[in-house]
Structures are given as structure tokens and as C-alpha cells.
């Protein structure tokens, strides 16, 4: 599929403002128009307000951007990650003390996103040869992590790199209205202590900038996949 017009979704003004892609009107030297929705923070309000700005907009692609936490010390703070895989870890239940996903005891009754182990993708395009982000798979979640233990339970229960608050509704949100979508973070903190979370907003919303930057070049490598 070619990409023809972007929805950018931030879950905060100070996030879409770091980007100076968001005061243009088009994606420079491709002449793709590009609009920008600030949803509001948490998976609630990303949502619905991704699912209206799609019907409103009805984009060719949704890239959801902003910061991010990481959940191994491979991705330090200031690393840019791509993604098109991402999974919700709090959904289910405790039996006997272990956690059971949602599609282990829903099976029968679930008649909306399949979602095996609790992860959701996209697989509009092949991310393989995009080496300007490393790839990963985040986990989206409503309390944010800050212990060492519950960070590995996630990372090894789920095979997730990264930790948002949004990414995850924003992807579900595109997947139900059947529009190809990307996600582009940067990492503000280790998902640790606070001593140890090693937080740098300052650094991960510049060079958030500097990857929304590149937004030309992504674009057409992956158009030249249509």
C-alpha cells in the first residue's frame, strides 16, 4: 500500500511541540499532508481520540509517537525505538497467585481484537530493513513500572523492550478501523526506582525530534515497499 496522507498522535502537548514536524502541513519533499492529534495521557483517552481523528481524517497511516520507558538496559535513555507490536500485561486475572493473560479464560466470549498472550500487531510493512530505529515490542500500561522485578516479569512474559501509556490503544484503535500503523519512541527512563530510572525528558523529546525528523526517508522506503 502506498502511503498517501499521516496522523501523528501525541499523548501530550509538550511532546508535539518538541517535534518540529508537527508545524509543517506536509511531510517535506514528498508532499504527503500530515496532521497531528494530541489524545491526552493514559490508554482511555488514546483511544478515543485516535478513533476520531481516523474517521475524521481517514489517514493512510497513523504513527504513534512520543516518549517512553525501557524495560532492558540495552536501550539506554536518548535510543529511539520503531514498532509495530505491543501488548497489554495487566489484562486478566490471578489464580492461586499466577497471572493468567485474558485469552487464556475469555477464549469463547472474545468477539473483538484476537489478542494471543495479550499482544496485538500490525503488519502493514516489512520494518526489516529500516535501520535508522532499532525494532521492538512495547508493552502498554496503566501503572507505570518502577521496580526491577515487575520489569523483568514483563519483559520475560511478554517479550517486550519498552513501556508507554498510549502505544498499545493507538495501535488497537487502527487494527479495528483497518489503518496501517507505526510507532516511534524515544526512551526518558529506565522502568526502575526512582534513584536508579536514570529520567532525561530534556534528552529523549530532542532527539524524539531528530527521529520525526527522518519521517521523509521512512516514508519513502516504505513506499517504495508498495
Known sequence: MEIKSVLLVFATQKEASACYQTSLNII???????????????????????????KSNKPSLVISVGIAGSYIGKL?????????????????????????????????????LIMQNNSIASKSFNLQNIDSFTRVKCATVNTMTTSRGTAEIIK???????????????????????????????????????????????LALRNLNTAVNKLPQLIKSLNDQA
Not at 38 to 48: L, Q, S
Request: with cysteine; charged share 15%.
Open 156 to 202: 520475560n512474559s511478554f517479550n517486550a523492550s519498552v513501556e508507554t501509556l498510549e502505544s498499545g490503544a493507538v495501535l488497537a484503535s487502527c487494527l479495528m478501523l483497518k489503518t496501517p500503523f507505526l510507532g516511534i519512541r524515544t526512551i526518558s527512563n529506565l522502568c526502575l526506582p526512582p534513584k536508579l530510572a536514570k529520567w532525561d525528558i530534556d
Open 76 to 112: 539506554p535513555v536518548g535510543q529511539t525505538i520503531i514498532h509495530q507490536e505491543d501488548c497489554f500485561p495487566e489484562m486478566g486475572k490471578y489464580l492461586d497467585e499466577k497471572f493468567m493473560t485474558l485469552d487464556r479464560f475469555l477464549i469463547s466470549e472474545n468477539s473483538g
Open 28 to 54: 517535506p519533499g514528498l508532499n504527503i499532508p500530515v496532521k497531528t492529534v494530541i489524545t491526552g495521557m493514559g490508554m482511555i483517552n488514546a483511544a478515543i481520540n485516535t478513533t476520531l481523528a481516523i
